[in-house]
């Protein structure tokens, strides 16, 4: 029982470009959301975050969208840049110390 | 600040024997978890501490897996004995959040090979 999906393993975005990266959830209780980026040989980075009292969260080229009604929340990276290329994680929260993690998007861009 | 350290970064061992795995929270952090990523289930939490007292071990697969905290500055994954299929990266993560572990910072992980 997947709790956070993250449907695309890979997504590939021209260099400058905007990248998409989608996020789906099933628990209502989930109240605050993250995204991840792990290179490879690392272990993941924290992001962004956005609780579930806001349904948007920016900070430099990333922003994050919550669509609480849809149980959905997207990571928007713009422009794109080659350092970007990185598995990107999803994960929630419900109050408890415990992330549920989606299962990963790996972003690539070209040049 | 140095972030999360984990020893070693690879370790290669032979069905049967022991293993452990060390790490060193971010100083100030009193939350501390253990992760596994394989290819097949993700990232899955092991163990969670907090101040230093094992919260929630549910995640740990077996009896063979044990885990320890004996100070805010140190706490150990031990696999007793290791298996092949045990071989995966394992993460240490710590926290300083009062409301919960949301913003959890990842040490650079252990690769461990059992053959």
């Known amino acids: 029982d997947q709790q956070v999906k993250q449907n695309s393993p890979s997504l590939s975005v021209q260099e400058g470009r905007i990248s998409i990266l989608n996020c789906d959830y099933t628990n209502s209780m989930f109240d605050y959301f993250l995204w991840y980026k792990k290179y490879p040989a690392e272990g993941p980075t924290f992001l962004i975050s956005?609780?579930?009292i806001k349904d948007k969260n920016e900070d430099g080229r990333f922003t994050v969208f919550l669509n609480k009604s849809a149980k959905h929340l997207s990571l928007h990276i713009v422009p794109s840049q080659p350092g970007d290329s990185a598995v990107y994680f999803c994960?929630?929260?419900?109050?408890?110390?415990?992330?549920?993690w989606g299962a990963g998007t790996k972003l690539i861009i070209k040049p | 600040d140095a972030g999360v350290i984990q020893s070693p970064r690879h370790e290669v061992t032979e069905m049967g024997q022991e293993v452990t795995l060390r790490c060193k929270p971010i100083s100030g952090h009193n939350s501390l978890f253990w992760y596994r990523q394989t290819m097949m289930r993700g990232l899955e939490l092991l163990i969670y501490f907090n101040n230093n007292v094992p919260i929630d071990d549910s995640g740990m697969p077996e009896d063979r897996f044990s885990a320890k905290m004996p100070n805010a500055s140190f706490s150990t994954l031990k696999i007793q004995p290791s298996e092949p299929r045990d071989s995966a990266v394992y993460f240490c993560?710590?926290?300083?959040?009062?409301?919960?572990?949301?913003?959890?910072?990842f040490g650079p992980g252990t690769r461990l090979t059992v053959t």
């Open positions: 994960a929630a929260s419900d109050r408890n110390y415990q992330l549920i």
């Open positions: 956005i609780s579930s």
């Open positions: 993560a710590s926290s300083s959040s009062s409301r919960g572990a949301y913003e959890q910072y």
